[in-house]
Nanobody
Framework: QVQLVESGGGLVQAGGSLRLSCAAS????????MGWFRQPPEKEREFVAA????????YYANSVKGRFTISRDNAKNTVTLQMNSLKPEDTAVYYC?????????????????WGQGTQVTVSS
């Protein structure tokens, strides 16, 4: 089992940047592929980015490709989402999630463990 805690959300103007972090508890962090999802107001949760257990493979939603970067530090049990060129449509609650199967895909159902979420608001 792993516990996840996100941080780094906030209010930013369009075109700005934010860096989200997710701290994971437990000794088996490298057993999990990790992902970031987001849930805009009154919409369903959607995939943002994922990273493999080793960090060697990454996967992005088309809507964020070229603007967001996911990375992980297995020594520190953290995963980070660097968000640049933010747009108002990026406004959402952002969640960190852990996939014990190690696939790191885009489906919500692959991820067994979730953080509490952090709010990101992008003003126009």
């Amino acid at each position: 089992q792993v516990q996840l805690v996100e941080s780094g959300g906030g209010l930013v103007q369009a075109g700005g940047s934010l860096r989200l972090s997710c701290a994971a508890s437990g000794r088996t962090f490298t057993s999990y592929a990790m992902g970031w999802f987001r849930q805009p107001p009154e919409k369903e949760r959607e995939f943002v980015a994922a990273i493999s257990r080793s960090g060697g493979s990454t996967y992005y939603a088309n809507s964020v490709k070229g603007r967001f970067t996911i990375s992980r530090d297995n020594a520190k049990n953290t995963v980070t989402l660097q968000m640049n060129s933010l747009k108002p449509e990026d406004t959402a609650v952002y969640y960190c999630a852990a996939d014990p199967g190690g696939y790191g895909g885009s489906l919500v159902g692959l991820y067994d463990y979730w953080g509490q979420g952090t709010q990101v608001t992008v003003s126009s």
